[in-house]
């Protein structure tokens, strides 16, 4: 069995995750926790998967992509070819039965967006967790956290930063959230 899927997104007050292909705002401090989170493993031996839809990869600036010290996969009902950088992949279960085949290397999924992606995680019996950045501050977007479904509740983590987080006068909180 591969490991659970385990959601890291952010959203503002009006559950705005992106505009123009890009996020709404700049917050190195939680950028840094997006990349820590993804990023870290106990097994040094083993990565983290990052499964993305293919507009949040092509939303990553080139220099950064592939995520780096992490395994990329990109959801695409097209025939792409990233080579390299990134497995392309069909379906949820597509992208599980990959992981299926390379246990031994992979320590967590991270479904990091988009949308549609986020719902169809959410919904699925491989669901873990969602760690979600509530960003207390309304900001112009065109794309949105989908909602969360009510059987899931608010867990404490002591791995996550406790507390009011503050950057440039934005206030935001990190929360974890698991099915009931
Ligand atoms: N704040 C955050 O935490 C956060 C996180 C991620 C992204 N974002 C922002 O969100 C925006 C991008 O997200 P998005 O929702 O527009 O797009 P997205 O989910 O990243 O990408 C959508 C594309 O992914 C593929 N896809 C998604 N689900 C699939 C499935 N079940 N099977 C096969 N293919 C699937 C399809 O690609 P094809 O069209 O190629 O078939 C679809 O058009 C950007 O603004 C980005 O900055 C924000």
């Known amino acids: 069995m591969p490991p659970k899927l385990e959601l890291i997104a952010a959203a503002c007050e009006n559950m705005g995750i992106g505009i123009n292909g890009d996020l709404p705002w700049r917050l190195k401090t939680e950028m840094a926790y997006f ?15 990052v499964l993305m839809g293919r507009r949040t990869w092509e939303c990553i ?3 950064y992509r592939p995520l780096k010290d992490r395994i990329n996969m990109v959801l695409t009902s097209q025939s792409l ?3 390299d950088d990134a497995i392309t992949c069909k379906s949820i279960p597509h992208a ?3 992981i299926s085949g390379m246990q031994n290397e992979v320590e967590r999924i991270w479904v990091i967006g988009g949308s549609s992606l986020y719902k169809s995680a959410m919904e699925s019996s491989y669901f873990g967790r969602l760690y979600l950045t509530r960003i207390k501050k309304k900001f112009e977007c065109d794309t949105f956290f989908p909602s969360i479904p009510n059987d899931l509740v608010l867990i404490d983590d002591p791995t996550v930063p406790q507390g009011i987080q503050e950057e440039k006068g934005i206030k935001f909180v990190y929360e974890v959230y698991e099915r009931r």
């Open 35 to 49: 990349t820590y989170m993804t990023i870290n493993t106990e097994h040094k031996n083993k990565r983290n998967v």
């Open 61 to 63: 600036p080139k220099k």
């Open 81 to 83: 070819d990233y080579g």
């Open 96 to 98: 599980l039965d990959i």
